[in-house]
C-alpha cells in the first residue's frame, strides 16, 4: 500500500479537520499516513505521495504552522523529482486570494521538481459550510489509483 504524508495548514481547525478526516479513510483502505501539523523537509518521505490540506490566510498567504515550511522550500530547493503531491485547498471566495496560499506551495513543489499526482480541488466555504464533504468526495474520486 501507499505511504502518505498528510501536510497540513490551517489557521481556524478546517484544514485540520479535513486532514484528519482523510488520515482515517487512508487507514482504513490500508495506507500508510502520517500528519504533519507543522511539516519540516527533514520529516518527510520524498518518496511518497504529500497530500496538502490547507487554508489561505491573511492576503493570499499560508497559515502560520505551514508557512515555514514553504520557506524551507524556497532556501533549501531540494530535489523533489521522486515526490508526487495533491492540494486540497480551503477558502473564502468572498476575498480575491481565494485559495492562493496552497498555490504559492504548490509553486515551489513544482519549481523542486514535485509533479503533481491529481488535479487539486479548491473548497470554497461560502458554499460547503462543511469542507470536509467536498474533500472526501475529491478523495474517493482517485484514492483506488494509490
Known sequence: MAKIEILVGTTLGSAEYV??????????????????????LADLDPNSLWLVV???????DLPDNIAPFLGEILTQ???????KYAICAIGDSSYDTFCQGPEKL??????CGAQVYVDKIQIDVQYSYIPEDPAIEWLTQW???L
Open 54 to 60: 490547507s487554508s489561505t490566510h491573511g492576503a493570499g
Open 143 to 145: 484514492q483506488d489509483r
Open 77 to 83: 530547493n531540494p530535489d523533489l523529482n521522486q515526490t
Open 106 to 111: 504548490a509553486q515551489a513543489l513544482e519549481t
Open 19 to 40: 486532514a484528519d478526516e482523510f488520515a482515517a479513510i487512508l487507514s482504513q483502505i490500508g495506507h500508510e499516513n502520517q500528519i504533519h501539523m507543522s511539516p519540516k
